[in-house]
Structure formats: C-alpha cells, structure tokens
C-alpha cells in the first residue's frame, strides 16, 4: 500500500492523459490482446503440472493470525468472501474448463483515503473480477487466457461497476499451464519469485515512476479530475498494456512466491528462499542428492490436505505462505533491522535516518508445483 501520489502532467510526460470521464475501455488495447497467439509448445507425452496454493495475510494494525489469515485453495477453487486483508487482495480460479490455473495478488493505494475513497474496493474487485474473468473462459473458442489480457479484462469490469468509487492498486497475475508453462503480467512494485531447490531461478523487477511511486491502475473519479484541472497535477493512471509480462517454464518442485510490496519492502529474495528452503527440507519436500538438491517423492503428499502434522497449515503450502507472511510481519514491526525499504531510503535520501521495517498490509500467496506421475 502506497500513498496516492501526485505529479504535474507538463513535468512527468509518461503519466496517462484521461478525459473528464475515467470510466473507459481501451478498445484498442483490448482488441490487441484478444488477438494475441499462444506459442507455447510440450510434449503430448509429458505428465500435467498441477499448482498447490495457499495464501495468508495480515493487515496493518492487526495482529498476524493463521487460523483466519489463511486461505487454502484446491485446484479450481476460488477464495470465496472478501478476506479481512485491508488494502491488499489476492485470487484464485480455474481457467474455463481446461486444467490451467490463473492467481495473483493486488495492492491497494492508501493515499486515496485523503479523497475519502477506500483503495480496497478496487484491489478486491479487480481480484474477484481477474478470478471470473479466468473461470468464465472459452478455452476452446478464445484459446488460451494471457496473464495480460485477464488484467485488462478485469479492471474494465472493476471500471464498470459503480460501487468502486475510485482509486488505485498495483496487481502482480499469473496464468499458470498444466504443461508447465507460466506467464506472469506484473504492473507496479508487487511481484513474484520462481524458486527451485536451493535456488533463485527468477525474481521480478519492480515497476517505479520515482521513489515509492509504482505503477498504478486508477479508477479516477470526475471531482478528482476537475480538481486537478484547478490545482494541477493528478493522481498516477497506468493501464494493464503497461505491466511487464514475462514467460517461464515450471518444473517439478518449484515454489512461486506472489506478494505485495509489504512483503518485498522488508524481505529480499534471498530472504524468502532461505524461509522456503528450510521449510520444504523439514518436510521432505526436497532432499540433497548426488547432483544436489532436488525435489523428493514425497512432494505429492505433503501438498495435500494432512499432509503435514500441523493442525492448521497441514500441507507445505500453507506452512509455507504462513512463515513467509509471520517473518515478514516480525520484519515490518522491527525498528533495527533495516529492510530493503530502508535500504532505499538511505540510498536515494541520504540525510534521512530511517531504520528498521515498512509497516504495511502484507499478503503473500504460494503455488508448489507438481506434476503428475512423480
């Protein structure tokens, strides 16, 4: 969660120019994504890959709980009411009738509340819409949903719906293929990491028009614009075609991390590989072998429910998101400890004495991949 960031049009040229009515779809920018092809190729012999989710969460001010900040998902299921995770969001749905999964997180701007709007409604509704957009899908007439097209397609639907008063989010999607492929649209400083044993196979760059200044989806209401018409200036406006989009290919044992900026503002992606690490080598889920560490035979089992003798996270998934959501609250409430985020301050403001963590919504969403027949 960010503060609503302000910037004159005449000194910052990439920001979008918007009429007087914000609640619009790019027709173009949609049409272009509709015609997009897949070029994903795997063989026909290769086993499915299936992606075992959990999320947790804790919001500003409220102490961490894993019995209710925690939300376990089957393959196709959806998280079903609206979490009690502020600002931040998060999704799950099956894609159509097709094995492909599609998640993903959001982060809500805080700095709307100024202008008496709550960014939780656009973050919330955004995921609700990403996750109907997936679920509703004609994988056989429209082919293959892309993680870009899911994002543009939700936030026109976020647009359309009149009980979103305004506001702004960052949202960090995936798609994820039953034949191991994974497309992943990222848009602001939310993101993600692919971890394999002992390993930071990729980690996502965050999107950043200055410091602490993200790229933004908006929902801009007219009495905002015709204020800035007065006074200058407007509130940040970038648009899903703007979200970097990146393919990537899974293998038996990767772990993806999704998770707002409350999480990457006081935890890096060693951090978090270290936290996973540990985890999955407690379990059994993977084990060191001649040619290094490597996914188990035992990683079917521990994703699945009881699979682990814990009587609240009792698959790896949950156990994972719950550790990576606790050490990342502990981190944000630690005043010596400094973060990335301080370690950005001290960077571009050097006279600041800024140390410890970031307060801030947190979320975090995990998917173990497994394939079949393993």
């Not at 173009?28 to 969460?57: D, M």
């Not at 994703?303 to 814990?310: F, S, V």
């Not at 990576?324 to 301050?345: H, Q, W, Y």
């Amino acid at each position: 969660m960010r503060p609503l960031q302000t910037l004159s049009l005449l000194g910052f040229g990439q920001l979008l120019q918007v009429s007087s009515c914000h609640r619009f779809s790019n027709s173009l920018v949609k049409q272009e994504l509709l015609q997009q092809c897949s070029t994903f190729t795997t063989s026909a012999n290769e086993p499915p890959f299936g992606y075992r989710i959990a999320a947790a969460f804790s919001a500003k001010g409220r102490r961490f709980n894993p019995k209710s900040d925690l939300f376990e998902f089957e393959s196709k299921g959806a998280a079903g009411q609206r979490p009690n995770s502020g600002q931040d969001a998060f999704f799950v749905g099956g894609v159509g009738d097709s094995s492909d999964v599609a998640f993903g997180v959001a982060d809500g701007v805080g700095g709307w509340s100024d202008s008496g709007i709550d960014s939780a409604d656009f973050s919330h509704g955004l995921c609700k819409y990403m996750e109907q957009v997936a679920r509703t899908r004609d994988t056989t007439g429209q082919g293959r949903l892309k993680a870009a097209y899911m994002i543009q397609a939700g936030y026109d639907k976020a647009v359309a719906d009149r009980s979103i008063a305004g506001g702004g989010t960052t949202v960090c999607a995936g798609v994820g293929g039953h034949d191991g492929n994974l497309e992943v649209a990222n848009l602001g400083d939310s993101g993600f990491v692919q971890l394999r044993p002992n390993a930071i196979h990729y980690y996502s760059s965050p999107q950043t028009h200055a410091f602490n200044t993200p790229y933004q989806l908006s929902i801009i209401p007219p009495k905002i614009l015709a204020r800035s018409k007065v006074f200058g200036g407007q509130p940040l406006s970038d648009l899903p075609q703007n979200a970097s989009v990146t393919n990537h290919q899974v293998r038996h044992g990767d772990v993806l991390v999704f998770a707002t900026d409350g999480v990457w503002d006081n935890l890096n992606a060693t951090d978090i590989l270290t936290l996973v690490g540990r985890q999955m080598v407690s379990f059994r889920g993977w084990k060191a072998g001649k040619d290094g560490m490597r996914a188990s035979n035992k990683l079917q089992m521990i994703t699945q429910p009881g699979g682990t003798p814990k009587a609240h996270e009792n698959n790896i998934q949950s156990i994972l998101a719950v550790a990576i959501t606790r050490e990342a609250k502990a981190a944000s409430l630690n005043t010596k400890r400094d973060g990335p985020f301080a370690r950005e301050v001290h960077k571009f403001y050097p006279s600041e004495d800024y140390h410890g963590g970031k307060v801030d919504d947190i979320c975090v969403l995990v998917a173990v991949v497994v394939q079949d027949e393993h």
